[in-house]
Nanobody
Framework: QVQLVESGGGLVQPGGSLRLSCAASGSIFRLNPMGWYRQAPGKQRELVAGITSGGGSTRYADSVKGRFTISRDNAKNTVYLQMNSLKPEDTAVYFC??????????WGLGTQVTVSS
């Protein structure tokens, strides 16, 4: 059974930073590329950042390039998302999953990020 637990969200002012963490089941984590996704109210869930299983390659949505950095620690079965220069439009629930994602039942609860003054 896949377990994905996201943490690190919160309320931050525009221009601020947050670091999200995702703890994942060991077997799923080590074998797969991982991604951070987000879903804003009324919008579809979208991939914002992805990283290969070994961590050697990353990709980002155009909207977050230069501001967000994805990384992983395979020894800790954890993937991170460092978010800098946050904007109100970054407000969403953030999830992690494999890239591409596993089935519907694989999603965790996510972590809420709210960017507001």
């Amino acid at each position: 059974q896949v377990q994905l637990v996201e943490s690190g969200g919160g309320l931050v002012q525009p221009g601020g930073s947050l670091r999200l963490s995702c703890a994942a089941s060991g077997s799923i984590f080590r074998l797969n590329p991982m991604g951070w996704y987000r879903q804003a109210p009324g919008k579809q869930r979208e991939l914002v950042a992805g990283i290969t299983s070994g961590g050697g390659s990353t990709r980002y949505a155009d909207s977050v390039k230069g501001r967000f950095t994805i990384s992983r620690d395979n020894a800790k079965n954890t993937v991170y998302l460092q978010m800098n220069s946050l904007k109100p439009e970054d407000t969403a629930v953030y999830f992690c999953n494999t890239d591409p994602p596993l089935g519907k039942g694989s999603w965790g609860l996510g972590t809420q990020v709210t960017v507001s003054s």
